[in-house]
């Protein structure tokens, strides 16, 4: 019996701090619940040049822990928080060669033992939808980052998660100067930042959100649209499109993104996912105007405890105009229990710019996700 | 590109009509439901004063004898002077000459 009602707290906090929407729960008891996991892999990097194993931490789902808590204030009004930190060692997209050799002591200094904010999130929410107050998602983060493969750990729409910090060498072995993360990103919108949003309920499926806030000074404003169902025969969709917009200061342009993404999972287990994104580029004054642009398109398959994909990317403009980035990978992840992943993925690099080459990165990495 | 990620999208959300509704985690969340301690442990905390009370288990046949002993007993006349005696060595006590 108590068991059972374990569980059926646990779904509600989970549920009310991260479902939009009108549920109304029967759960009626204040809770708090601790969270967390631990992030760790081995990660392989070749730059053409020199060659080496690292010991990171995931950026993909880094280390970190947390608190939720979720009450009843009046009959169809719920609140609760959240407060999350992640504490990563040696992250993944910025281990990397430099002239000195290989770099892989983040944080540099230890006084800060390396944790920073995530999640400092309180909420409300009724028949009407929720209002979040606090640092947290802003409305359009993680908009061009559906994924229902199951493969996310190993080769994420994140392309840039493992090993963006390394640099491309030019043919004669030199530093490029652009990394692997300065050539393609999934450009997913603002992140997290001080902000207050609105989330609609949920009409057959769809949702909306909007926030506005401010990071390092500057106002953002963000709207976006997610859509999630099962199609019976068809199988399962997860979809979303996003736009942001970071004011400009003295020294920096507007920073408008639009992008979206979306997931297919058939009952086979068969899946597609495609996402797309473009990106005011740079946002210093200095320097002439582009765009910079992503695609990514991933197959894969899922089969109880396994999921295996492959997937392609480009990243178009993103460094200086011009430039062509892509990226062609391989994952694997074994899912056998609810909390535990175990991760193998390959992946290689490439940057073409005008007549100049470079050396192609090539990243491999096995690595596990422990949640608690 | 664009224009035609829209369509894609427009289309998928109309084949979807109908679905049931679905919430999706991105694979970067630590979803507090799916944790090792979410349903086999103390992960979390309530309040002491929502946590419903068990039912008072019932007495076994020993119990309930020893029971009615005690009741038969306190109303009888020896205990009642016994109770009267021990009151009045503890008003004794508490206010001493």
Redesign the interface.
Same mark, same amino acid.
Request: charged residues 25%; hydrophobic residues 35%.
């Given at each position: 019996m108590k068991k059972l009602r374990k569980t059926q707290v646990a779904a509600a906090v989970g549920a009310a701090l991260f479902v939009a929407g009108t549920t109304v729960y029967a759960q009626t008891a204040p809770t708090v619940q601790v969270y967390g996991q631990v992030s760790r892999a081995l990660l392989f990097a070749d730059d053409g040049v020199q060659s080496k194993w690292f010991h990171v931490d995931n950026e993909a789902s880094g280390t970190r822990f947390g608190f939720t808590g979720t009450g009843q204030a009046l009959p169809g009004l719920r609140y609760g928080f959240r407060i999350e930190l992640d504490l990563q060692s040696n992250e993944s997209q910025l281990v990397n060669f430099s002239p000195t050799g290989p770099v892989n002591n983040f944080p540099g200094t230890t006084s800060n033992a390396g944790f920073n904010e995530r999640h400092m999130d309180a909420w409300v929410e009724g028949g009407w939808g929720r209002v979040n107050i606090g640092q947290g998602d802003g409305a359009s983060n993680g908009a061009t980052e559906s994924d229902l493969s199951g493969t996310g750990m190993a080769n994420g729409i994140g392309v840039a998660d493992l090993g963006g910090g390394f640099q491309y060498r030019t043919a004669p072995g030199g530093f490029s100067g652009t990394t692997v993360g300065q050539s393609i990103n999934q450009q997913d919108f603002e992140s997290r930042y001080d902000r207050i949003m609105y989330v609609t309920p949920t009409f057959g499926g769809f949702r909306a959100q909007a926030s506005w806030g401010s990071n390092a000074n500057l106002d953002i404003t963000e709207i976006s649209a997610w859509y999630g169902a099962k199609m019976g025969g068809l199988g399962e969709l997860a979809a979303a499109v996003g736009w942001s917009e970071q004011k400009g200061s003295a020294t920096t342009r507007a920073d408008e993104t639009i992008g979206g993404s979306i997931s297919w999972l058939h009952g086979s287990g068969f899946n597609l996912t495609y996402s797309y994104s473009n990106r005011d580029n740079p946002t210093a004054t200095t320097g002439a105007a582009r765009d910079s642009t992503f695609n990514y398109i991933k197959a894969g398959f899922k089969r109880g405890a396994h999921a295996v994909a492959v997937d392609y990317a480009m990243g178009d403009d993103f460094a200086t105009a011009g430039d062509e980035a892509k990226m062609y990978g391989i994952g694997y992840v074994w899912n056998p229990v609810r909390w535990l992943e175990l991760y193998g993925a390959y992946k290689i690099h490439q940057l073409d710019r005008g007549a100049t080459s470079f050396e192609d990165v090539t990243i491999a990495t096995i690595g596990t996700r422990v949640r608690f | 590109?664009?224009k035609g990620?829209?369509v894609? *999208?427009l289309a998928?959300?109309l084949?979807?009509?109908?679905?049931? &509704?679905?919430?999706? $985690?991105?694979? $970067?969340?630590?979803? &507090?439901?799916?944790? *090792?301690?979410?349903?086999?442990t103390s992960?979390?905390?309530?309040?002491k004063d929502?946590?419903p009370t068990a039912a008072p288990a019932p007495a076994s046949a020993v119990e309930q004898d020893e029971f009615k002993k005690w009741r038969e007993s306190a109303s009888s006349p020896e205990r009642r002077e016994f109770e009267e005696w021990r009151a009045w060595q503890e008003w004794k006590r508490n206010n001493p000459k």
């Open positions: - | 590109m664009r990620f829209n894609v *999208l998928a959300g084949a979807g009509c109908g679905a049931t &509704p679905v919430e999706h $985690r991105n694979y $970067r969340d630590s979803d &507090p439901a799916k944790g *090792l301690f979410a349903d086999t992960g979390e905390w309530r309040r929502t946590i």
